[in-house]
């Protein structure tokens, strides 16, 4: 009988430690643990615009050199293609980039202060990415970037303010038919830079086709996902469009070609015109291939980031913060409050 007895209480003892409410949410704390990465915003910021600049640089200097060229075959056209390199500069550099910068992105790198305006700041960026998108598909028939369905759910759900409904909406975007858009505008990008190479066979027009399929993708996957990815990350895909264009500049001057023509035997060898063409088709389709492959590159690295940046900003708004900006407001509001009420005590006594 006492074993049994003994049995009943630890059964229901059992019970009652289960019957405890289990808080499995991640806390702040937790989550600065586990994604927070230590960031110099202020550098990053800086080296973004130096980057930038760098390949605004060199741009100009490709699309001048090919000014100056026609410049020496005619003095009158040499300034009109130097005013027109000057209007290609501004539309296929300078408005891509200001696109860019300007476009809003997720604040996911926080810590225990800075959480709460992060989660503020993110929620106003998913509304803003969801009243765009709606507009957007409302606005131009046929785009076909987004899921009109869930569109359409996404609307109702940005009428009512509901906020989880918004991310659910996105994330079923994001997850579906924008990934499937951004692979498409990656290929049609990546066969653009690889055509627009073969065709060309000056070093100085493959680097600046090459700045400007990369900076046009960019801007595209930005406008397609509504926001931008950080400055940090923005760094690193800069840094990645002017490395592929440095390549690019550099495979230009390089006879790819010649090496593989020279192992084509000797009735290659009898017929020089035949050589030369086939060394001039080699080497325009390994640069035109290289230059391809370098620009996919770059977009999926893009689309990395962002679906990285949008699933940190996704577990942060589920994150416990027990102290919250509000919480430390009234706190100093109490304060202040009993300062002045102990002030005026002596006063009445």
Known sequence: MKNNEDKNKTALTVKEESAEPVSDKMTIYDYE???VKRQNVRNAKIILRLLAAAIGIFLFACLFFVAMRVWEINEYAGYAAGGVCLILYVLLFIVPVVKIF????????????????????????????????????????????YDSKIVGEMAIALKTNDDKGIMRCLTSLYTGSVKKSAKDLIFKSSMKSAMYSALSQTSKVDAALVVVMNLQLIKDLVFLYG?????????????????????????????????????????????????TAISVLVDSSVQGLTNGVLTAVMGYQTIRYLNQEYKLQEILDGV??????????????????????????????
């Open 227 to 275: 926001f931008r990815p950080s400055d940090a990350k923005l760094v690193k895909i800069f840094g990645r469009v002017l490395q592929n264009s440095l390549v690019a500049y550099g495979l230009g001057g390089m006879k790819l070609g010649n090496s593989i023509v020279k192992t084509m035997g000797d009735a290659v060898k009898g017929i020089p015109i035949l050589g």
């Open 33 to 35: 643990q586990k994604y």
């Open 320 to 349: 416990e913060i027990p102290e919250t900006e509000e919480e430390l407001q009234e706190t100093c509001a109490e304060i202040e409050k009993q300062l002045k009420s102990n002030k005026k005590a002596p006063q009445a006594a």
């Open 102 to 145: 300007k476009s809003d992105y997720f604040i996911v790198n926080v810590n225990a202060y800075t959480a709460g305006a992060a989660k503020k700041h993110n929620k106003k960026v998913r509304r803003d990415i969801a009243g765009k998108m709606i507009d957007l598909t409302a606005k131009v028939e046929g785009v076909g970037w």
